[in-house]
């Protein structure tokens, strides 16, 4: 999916996605490397969650 075409609920489930991974990376004695890579996508994740959401929070507010 382009980042472009995610919605706050794609994104909630997409974070989740990369939690997971996140999670047997460390079970699996992943490398320094591997787990920053996870880490960079979480954050990146992450951050256009807020953008999406503060979005769509002034969105409402103005329609209201």
């Not at 997409?14 to 699996?28: M, N, P, Y």
Request: charged fraction near 25%.
């Amino acid at each position: 999916m382009n980042a472009d075409d995610h919605t706050v609920e794609t994104l909630v489930a997409e974070i989740g996605r990369v939690v997971a991974e996140r999670q047997e990376l460390r079970a699996a004695g992943a490398s320094p490397s591997e787990l920053e890579q996870n880490r960079r996508l979480l954050a990146t994740g992450q951050a256009r969650l807020s953008h999406l959401l503060i979005a769509r929070h002034l969105h409402e507010s103005a329609a209201a």
